[in-house]
């Protein structure tokens, strides 16, 4: 009675554990599903997309270089196989892809022959977009592109693709836009607009106008021609009514308008894509919309309203198990920061290892600024070392952003010297670093270079009391309005440049300017404090609400106790009493029985291992000896098989004609299976043969026993295949027919020739191919009556096996014999007899 209660106490108790913590379904891992799917194919074009879809996986999600090419090669060598043109044409645009980028350029050069004419042309752009992408913009790389996108130009106009020489255009418009050659990349835009106006393709006019706006590098001086692009493009797809791509580029022109820091015009128009987007039932809110509305929200210093929106980000890519965004995991940390809680935000910042390119450099210096913050300088000089070691810079705006970084880790140091020494150099790259950026196609916002870095060197010069140093760097760092379009700034760095040019001022006497400065740093401060302030006073007035919803609680149980205390107090402390004494009797008396209870399944348990640990002994004794009996079975049965073969070749010496022959054909067959019970008694396993050894020795002996030099050539390819015996010895004599014919029959006089013997796993099935390329048979041998004994024999062993023999004759003799990988021979049930299997 007391077990069978405490089992269901302990059923229930282990139930309501498990339910409550039953976690949620895990999201499918894509990997997963991809390495399944393509082992659910056979070699078809199912498989072609299958292997395409590994490759593009790791292109894509693992940077996995490796994998990639060799996912692609066998979706290319298949495709080719199939002469299926588009698997063929993705496997193709893959490879050369992945080849230019990681600087095999020969090899993507390698497979211009091997493709269409049109196709020439797109991986001629492939391999120049290459060079046009790779860091630093240097003059020699841009030239390689540039000839390689000419080349693709002319490769179109040659065949007349309309399609190909525009995308050859676009290639070139971007060239130029990185070679600071503002007007020839306009005329190549507007020379595929003018074509498309005259063949009337208003949405792909629609569409380059949008890509004219998007490749535009960001300076204030493209401003107009950016808006004037995205202008046309929002203009012609009103006139086609496409409002998917009207909200895409009303994004970017928010985009631009933010990259400007025309925050509120940026916002409102953010605002209209969510709303856009609501009223035409469209669900898929892309991610880079919450994006921008957390980075302008971040610079205008709302940064509740921006962790707000970046946080729904994040929990939708932890819900659906996506890799989390290194890029959103760096404004998570700059928000943190900015709200003062920087052990947070280098968590954030750390936790960006996937970054690359525009922000790698940014996340560095702000982790840095993280370390300083949390009085851990040393150990930020640590990491930025560290840091420019892996990641060297590429190009001036880089070696400005290392600069900043260390003069802020010397001066947190107290090393005004080295301190200094940085923050002077960083200051000389500047104008370089502007250059350069005026020329990046895609902006970075909160680079060090412009307004930032004289911000940086000016705020050290006031720490240091130095106000008359300081006063040039404040002058410039205040003109922000004269760095590059494609940087903007928060709104706090605005307010403490102006501070820095009220303390500058009130040091050099000027008194007036003075004020001024503090009066618009003040207004700065409290536009940004009033934002501060108004997460604090709804936090305040939520906390307020509930500790007076809980004190009315309070209350109320107070009054309900005062008025009951005196007619129930002693009623409560007699049945108290009674209670605890009742339930330490019961407790007691249900922990004996619960003890005794486990000490005889204790008792059991010790009693029933001891008895399985002498049978396993005993089965472990008399399984070796069965397997020592079977290996000495196996010997003695090669060895009676080679004294049958003795006897045979003893009585041959007597024999001629037809009577030989039979004889040596008896010697081959009894060989075959001689050689698998010799392998038998040699290895471990007495049950199955590794045809990959059986086979080739078998072939050996063949052409050993025929006398065969130079006559034959024999070639084996065998995979890894483990067969039982059962399945093995039909196979080996199947084997010793077919080559035995060919030797025979295939090739008279004396003419050379060859025999192939392979074997390989194909769609669950084993196949087993020889063939030679003599004189042939008659293709319909499989099903004529045919008197001779060794096609019978192989009919009749295949059949045993459960399987299917061809016989095809196509320049030579092919056979095949195809068979179920899964199961053997024979199988048999514990306890029954085994019958010997007829040889």
Not at 95 to 110: F, H, Q, T
Not at 136 to 142: A, F, H
Request: aromatic letters at 10%; one cysteine or more; charged letters at 25%.
């Amino acid at each position: 009675m007391y077990r069978a209660l405490f089992l269901i106490m302990a059923s229930l108790a282990l139930h309501i554990t498990v339910s409550a913590r039953q976690p949620k379904p895990a999201a499918p891992d894509p990997k997963a599903e991809l390495f399944q799917r393509l082992g659910g194919t056979a070699q078809d074009t199912a498989r072609v997309h299958a292997l395409y879809a590994l490759a593009d996986f790791h292109w894509r999600k693992e940077f996995i270089y490796d994998s990639v090419i060799s996912y692609a090669n066998r979706s290319f060598t298949l495709a080719r196989q199939l002469k299926y043109e588009k698997g063929y044409i993705e496997a193709t645009t893959l490879l050369c892809k992945a080849y230019s980028k990681y600087g095999e350029v020969d090899k993507a050069i390698s497979l211009l022959p091997q493709v269409s004419k049109e196709e020439h042309v797109h991986l001629l752009i492939l391999i120049g977009e290459s060079y046009l992408y790779k860091p630093g913009l240097k003059k020699p790389v841009l030239d390689t592109a540039f000839g390689y996108f000419t080349r693709a130009l002319k490769a179109a106009e040659a065949i007349r693709s309309a399609t190909w020489k525009h995308e050859s255009l676009i290639a070139l418009g971007k060239y130029h836009f990185a070679s600071d050659q503002l007007p020839k990349a306009k005329e190549a835009f507007l020379t595929i607009i003018h074509d498309l106006q005259q063949t009337k393709e208003v949405s792909k006019e629609a569409h380059i106008w949008s890509e004219l706006g998007k490749y535009m590098p960001d300076t204030d001086s493209t401003f107009k021609d950016q808006m004037w692009a995205h202008g046309n493009a929002l203009t012609l797809y009103r006139q086609l009514k496409d409002t998917l791509n009207l909200i895409y580029v009303l994004q970017d022109i928010a985009a631009v308008n933010m990259n400007h820091s025309n925050f509120d015009t940026a916002k409102a128009q953010i605002m209209q894509v969510l709303e856009w987007r609501k009223q035409t039932g469209i669900k898929n809110i892309s991610a880079n919309v919450y994006y921008m509305l957390g980075w302008i929200n971040y610079a205008t210093g709302d940064i509740d309203e921006a962790l707000k929106a970046l946080l729904i980000i994040e929990k939708d890519l932890r819900e659906s198990n996506s890799n989390t965004n290194p890029n959103l995991n760096l404004l998570i940390g700059l928000i943190y920061a900015e709200d003062g809680q920087h052990q947070k935000a280098l968590s954030y910042l750390l936790d960006t290892k996937k970054a690359r390119g525009y922000y790698l450099y940014l996340i560095g210096r702000k982790t840095a600024e993280q370390y300083i913050q949390l009085g851990q300088a040393e150990k930020a000089l640590a990491y930025i070392k560290d840091f420019e070691a892996k990641n060297p810079p590429e190009n001036p705006d880089h070696q400005e952003s290392i600069a900043a970084a260390k003069g802020d880790i010397y001066a947190a140091l107290n090393r005004p010297v080295q301190a200094a020494q940085y923050y002077q150099e960083m200051v000389a790259l500047d104008k370089q670093a502007q250059e350069f950026k005026a020329r990046e196609m895609f902006p970075r916002p909160l680079s060090v270079s412009g307004a930032e870095a004289y911000y940086k060197i000016a705020r050290f010069y006031v720490k240091q009391h130095r106000y008359a140093a300081a006063a040039p760097y404040v002058a410039t760092a205040a003109k922000i309005n004269a760095f590059s379009g494609n940087q903007f700034y928060v709104a706090n760095n605005r307010r403490d440049i102006r501070w820095l040019q009220y303390q500058v001022d009130s040091a050099a006497g000027n008194y007036q300017a003075a004020l001024e400065h503090h009066r618009q740093y003040t207004a700065l401060n409290d536009s940004i404090s009033n934002v501060v302030k108004s997460r604090q006073f709804h936090q305040l007035q939520v906390q307020y609400e509930t500790e007076k919803k809980e004190q009315a609680i309070l209350q109320k149980d107070e009054e309900i106790k005062t008025l009951e205390q005196t007619d129930r107090l002693q009623q409560a402390n007699v049945r108290q009493a009674h209670f605890i004494r009742n339930i330490s009797i019961t407790a007691t008396l249900l922990l004996l029985a619960l003890a005794g209870l486990l000490y005889r399944q204790y008792r059991q348990k010790q009693r029933a291992n001891q008895l399985v640990t002498i049978q396993n002994t005993q089965l472990q004794r008399l399984l070796k000896e069965k397997e020592w009996l079977l290996k000495e079975v196996h010997h003695r049965v090669k060895n009676n098989l080679h004294t049958v073969i003795c006897l045979l070749e003893s009585q041959a010496a007597f024999l001629e004609n037809d009577a030989l022959k039979a004889i040596e054909s008896s010697q081959h067959r009894i060989y075959a299976m001689s050689l698998i019970h010799q392998k038998l008694y040699q290895v471990e396993d007495v049950k199955t043969i590794e045809m990959n050894q059986y086979l080739p020795e078998f072939v050996q002996y063949l052409k050993d026993s025929f006398g065969i030099t130079d006559k034959i050539y024999f070639r084996t390819e065998v995979e890894p295949v483990s067969l039982d015996i059962s399945v093995a010895i039909p196979i080996g004599l199947i084997l010793n027919e077919a080559v035995t014919n060919s030797i025979k029959y295939a090739f008279p006089g004396n003419r050379k020739g060859t025999i192939e013997v392979i074997m390989y796993h194909e769609a669950g099935e084993i196949v087993l191919e020889i063939a030679d390329n003599g004189i042939g048979i008659d293709k319909n041998i499989k099903d004529q009556t045919l008197n001779s004994l060794g096609v019978e024999l192989m009919k009749g062993l295949s059949e045993d096996i459960n399987g299917r023999i061809d016989f095809t004759s196509d320049e030579g003799t092919k056979i095949t014999v195809r068979f179920a990988a899964a199961s053997p021979f024979y199988s048999h049930l514990p306890g029954e007899k085994e019958e010997m299997m007829p040889a």
